[in-house]
Nanobody, 113 residues
Framework: VQLQASGGGLVQAGGSLRLSCAAS????????VGWYRQAPGKERQLVAA???????NYAGSVKGRFTISRDNAKNTVYLRMNSLRLEDTAVYYC????????WGQGTLVTVSS
């Protein structure tokens, strides 16, 4: 199963955006799916994850602002991002947790002032 992120774009600080992660097969085959991000000059980090049972976990920097969810019928995982900050600017990827070797292109989120 491969996962591909989409939905990024340019948004003003304080705004919202929803990212989508489409799976090439059934997401039930993956124990947990996560959203990762990599800002310029920084390492990639896991910001949110959801298990096949629906349990979620968030990095402290996004807790209360981001919401991860899944639509099993559509084999898609979403990341709703509210109250976006300049420091949320990054390329966002979706992948399994732990990550598969294939990362895909990611989707760029740019937050402007």
């Amino acid at each position: 199963v491969q996962l591909q992120a989409s939905g990024g774009g340019l948004v003003q600080a304080g705004g919202s955006l929803r990212l989508s992660c489409a799976a090439s097969g059934s997401i039930f085959s993956i124990n947990a799916v996560g959203w990762y991000r990599q800002a310029p000059g920084k390492e990639r980090q896991l910001v949110a994850a959801i298990t096949s049972g629906g349990r979620t976990n968030y990095a402290g920097s996004v807790k209360g602002r981001f919401t991860i969810s899944r639509d099993n019928a559509k084999n898609t995982v979403y990341l709703r991002m509210n109250s976006l900050r300049l420091e949320d600017t990054a390329v966002y990827y979706c992948n399994a947790v732990p990550a598969f070797p294939y990362w895909g292109q990611g989707t760029l989120v740019t937050v402007s002032s």
